[in-house]
């Protein structure tokens, strides 16, 4: 029996997140509950915390890179005691993108856990088209790891990275490094990891990548990977204005540029070198459903083996936000309300 309250993590303002009791959400025609496994806490979560969010109004139940069981079914989709992870969009159906098939850039484009309530909580009410099966076997708290991942598949396949190509990533948080892992399971024959911290740096070279030393740069490293014509795709995690300035003398010649990370505010880029190299620049907003799939087919095969995480419980959300703002000990931060699953 579905109990009538249920915990949750409640933004409630700028800094301030209460964990208590609140009423389990209604559940619309068709649609379907998910008991939550783990939630995985990203840079989106802290700015919602921090007040810094164009879009979210507090009160707000957090979260959107999610993973769990279906309590109850919805009309389609899975059945119940199905492991699941969720496709977070909530897309308007109207405009020219969604017209064209292109749901994932739309031009209203909202996230469960920003516009919707979230999962930072026991339990979520999803539409059952959102819910993507996750096969046999393979761990709730690595399914989380979907969401994020799926970002990696699209930025690599909007790239038009080829097998044997030098590629250079740019920043070894979350998204850098599964940017990393799958364009070296795409066939990169080099890849090239610059970040300022230590503790990343050393992650990165753990999964075997090759990193740019403290005393280097990434245009010196790859250079003798390149006999000095820069990497075939670069990709930049990072979105710093130190990082943009380079990404055009750090490309070769008809090389490609993929803006990963998002920038807070227009970033100066040397649109000169770009002409002059005949560079391609595209950017990345998320990721489409196919992508989510691939993500989950990726993760079942066992790409995510080695990538730390850590998980706190829900009723301790404050110390998670803590870690995962310290970007140290773990690469993803990870929320769970099942009792006895986080990390001691």
Same mark, same amino acid.
């Given at each position: 029996?579905?109990?009538?309250?249920?915990?949750?993590?409640?933004?409630?303002?700028?800094?301030?997140?209460?964990?208590?009791?609140?009423?389990?959400?209604?559940?619309?025609?068709?649609?379907?509950?998910?008991?939550?496994?783990?939630?995985?806490?990203?840079?989106?979560?802290?700015?919602?915390?921090?007040?810094?969010?164009?879009?979210?109004?507090?009160?707000?139940?957090?979260?959107?890179?999610?993973?769990?069981?279906?309590?109850?079914?919805?009309?389609?989709?899975?059945?119940?005691?199905?492991?699941?992870?969720?496709?977070?969009?909530?897309?308007?159906?109207?405009?020219?993108?969604?017209?064209?098939?292109?749901?994932?850039?739309?031009?209203?484009?909202?996230?469960?856990?920003?516009?919707?309530?979230?999962?930072?909580?026991?339990?979520?009410?999803?539409?059952?088209?959102?819910?993507?099966?996750?096969?046999?076997?393979?761990?709730?708290?690595?399914?989380?790891?979907?969401?994020?991942?799926?970002?990696?598949?699209?930025?690599?396949?909007?790239?038009?990275?080829?097998?044997?190509?030098?590629?250079?990533?740019?920043?070894?948080?979350?998204?850098?490094?599964?940017?990393?892992?799958?364009?070296?399971?795409? #066939?990169?024959?080099?890849?090239?990891? %610059?970040?300022? /911290? !230590?503790?990343?740096?050393? @992650? +990165? =070279?753990? $999964?075997?990548? *090759?990193?740019?030393?403290?005393?280097?740069?990434?245009?010196?490293?790859?250079?003798?990977?390149? #006999?000095?014509?820069?990497?075939?795709? %670069?990709?930049? /995690? !990072?979105?710093?204005?130190? @990082? +943009? =300035?380079? $990404?055009?003398? *750090?490309?070769?010649?008809?090389?490609?540029?993929?803006?990963?990370?998002?920038?807070?505010?227009?970033?100066?880029?040397?649109?000169?070198?770009?002409?002059?190299?005949?560079?391609?620049?595209?950017?990345?907003?998320?990721?489409?459903?196919?992508?989510?799939?691939?993500?989950?087919?990726?993760?079942?095969?066992?790409?995510?083996?080695?990538?730390?995480?850590?998980?706190?419980?829900?009723?301790?959300?404050?110390?998670?936000?803590?870690?995962?703002?310290?970007?140290?000990?773990?690469?993803?931060?990870?929320?769970?309300?099942?009792?006895?699953?986080?990390?001691?």
């Amino acid at each position: 029996m579905i109990p009538t309250t249920m915990t949750a993590a409640w933004w409630l303002a700028a800094d301030t997140v209460e964990v208590t009791q609140v009423p389990v959400p209604e559940v619309p025609e068709g649609w379907a509950l998910v008991r939550i496994a783990y939630d995985g806490v990203c840079g989106t979560d802290l700015s919602i915390l921090h007040g810094m969010h164009p879009r979210a109004a507090a009160p707000l139940i957090l979260g959107h890179e999610m993973s769990g069981w279906v309590e109850t079914a919805g009309s389609t989709g899975p059945p119940a005691g199905t492991l699941v992870v969720v496709e977070p969009l909530i897309s308007c159906g109207e405009c020219k993108a969604c017209r064209d098939g292109l749901t994932h850039v739309c031009n209203r484009l909202g996230l469960y856990g920003i516009d919707a309530p979230g999962a930072m909580a026991q339990l979520v009410a999803l539409p059952p088209e959102v819910l993507h099966a996750v096969p046999d076997g393979v761990d709730p708290r690595t399914a989380t790891l979907a969401e994020p991942l799926a970002v990696a598949v699209h930025a690599v396949d909007l790239s038009g990275m080829q097998a044997g190509d030098t590629v250079a990533v740019y920043g070894a948080g979350p998204i850098g490094v599964l940017t990393a892992l799958v364009a070296r399971h795409a #066939g990169a024959a080099h890849v090239v990891v %610059t970040e300022p /911290s !230590a503790w990343r740096r050393e @992650v +990165a =070279a753990g $999964l075997g990548f *090759t990193v740019v030393a403290p005393d280097s740069t990434m245009a010196g490293t790859l250079a003798p990977l390149t #006999g000095g014509e820069g990497a075939d795709t %670069t990709f930049d /995690s !990072a979105a710093h204005p130190t @990082v +943009a =300035a380079e $990404l055009a003398s *750090t490309t070769r010649v008809r090389g490609r540029i993929v803006i990963v990370g998002v920038y807070k505010q227009p970033t100066p880029i040397d649109l000169q070198a770009i002409c002059f190299k005949e560079q391609s620049v595209v950017g990345v907003r998320v990721y489409t459903s196919a992508d989510v799939t691939r993500a989950i087919e990726l993760i079942a095969d066992g790409l995510l083996e080695g990538f730390p995480t850590r998980a706190f419980a829900l009723d301790d959300v404050a110390a998670a936000f803590d870690a995962a703002a310290s970007g140290q000990d773990c690469l993803k931060v990870l929320v769970t309300p099942l009792p006895g699953k986080a990390d001691s």
